[in-house]
């Protein structure tokens, strides 16, 4: 399925499919140990990694017609985050994924950007049932996914690590 869209904003925000040119600007989130925290394999250890992880959310995005996208800031255009949706490991469900450099946490931006991608979903995605998993010990994601809606399904393991699995039918939400 194609993308209808190649460009996301919201109030504060642009978000747009990765490009290889933003690996060393991405590396200042993706390499950093306290945003990567509860990530799994965490961290980037150099920039290299960076272009290797943005690769595989190049060929996603190519083979899907969705991945992760970079996000910038709207005023500065400054490179702060990645969000968007991706196949989880059983190549069957697509997951919401979210992350920020941590100078930008506390602002409301993760519930933004999600709710952002919340909205647009069906034009990417064909079932109407998104899913998305947390660490289960990053308590501020798993606050915000039941204030996105999502519901717990239970525990999986997902890349090495036992964590909480949550689904959000799209048919159901009252704010879209």
Partial sequence: MSALRSVLETRRTMMRPFQISDAEESYSWLGDPEVMRYIPFGADSCVADTVERIDRYIQHQNRH?????VIADRD?????????????????????????????????L???VARSWIEVANEFVKDSTL???A???NAA?????????????GNETFYEIEAPLFE???ETLGWI
């Fill in 65 to 69: 017609g969705f991945s992760k996208w």
């Fill in 76 to 108: 500065s255009q400054k490179l702060i985050g990645d969000a968007g949706l991706f196949h989880l490991p059983d190549g069957r469900r697509i997951e919401l994924g979210y992350r920020l450099a941590s100078s930008y946490w506390g602002q409301g």
């Fill in 110 to 112: 993760a519930t933004e």
């Fill in 141 to 153: 994601s798993l606050h915000l996914l039941r204030k996105l809606g999502f519901h717990f399904l």
């Fill in 131 to 133: 899913y998305a998993f």
């Fill in 168 to 170: 959000l039918d799209l």
């Fill in 135 to 137: 660490h289960p010990e």
